[in-house]
């Protein structure tokens, strides 16, 4: 976390050490994933695959213009140096990506909540839908699935289907 570094007799105004011209003791922190979870092979739409693969390729362009500056750690994502992209880098682009798709503004983490939604659209089976969300406990489905209107809509004309077939054919 970073610390403010200016001294007390001449403070430099800002509330937070982040913002503290002479901060110190912060910045990106790498640590390990939370569990094992975190540690799982995930499936990706071939257009994903595509565009990580334009990604690497524009990284070795950065890799090259950067020589003997830039930092193998063999990140996706990385600043012009080869180092994590910081935090605030991403919610930035994400915040901008939301603007540029005229959709409401939500955290990131949202997405995760829309993800799990859509495979409930899809009618994905649970225990897939477990391991592709990382999740140990099926409880977590009712907190990150929410039932679209037109789903439950979808449901209603099924049950009428069933109970209520149509007679004339």
């Not at 011209?21 to 595509?50: C, F």
């Not at 994590?84 to 919610?91: A, K, L, N």
């Not at 659209?121 to 907190?143: C, D, F, N, T, Y």
Request: proline fraction near 7%; aromatic fraction near 8%.
């Amino acid at each position: 976390m970073w610390k403010h570094g200016c001294p007390e007799e001449k403070p430099c105004d800002h509330r937070y050490g982040a913002h503290c011209p002479q901060r110190h003791g912060g910045g990106v922190v790498v640590t390990d994933v939370k569990s094992r979870a975190g540690r799982r092979t995930v499936g990706l739409p071939q257009p994903v695959i595509e565009a990580l693969e334009d990604h690497r390729a524009h990284q070795q362009f950065e890799r090259e213009r950067a020589r003997d500056e830039w930092e193998e750690d063999g990140w996706v994502f990385a600043n012009r140096w080869g180092r994590p992209v910081h935090p605030t880098v991403d919610y930035d682009n994400w915040k901008a990506l939301l603007r540029l798709a005229n959709v409401r503004n939500a955290r990131l983490h949202d997405a995760r909540h829309t993800a799990a939604t859509m495979l409930l659209v899809l009618k994905v089976p649970l225990p897939a839908v477990m391991e592709i969300m990382g999740w140990s406990e099926a409880s977590m489905a009712k907190r990150y699935m929410h039932v679209p209107h037109d789903l439950v809509t979808a449901i209603a004309d099924q049950v009428a289907g069933l109970v209520w077939p149509d007679l004339d054919a």
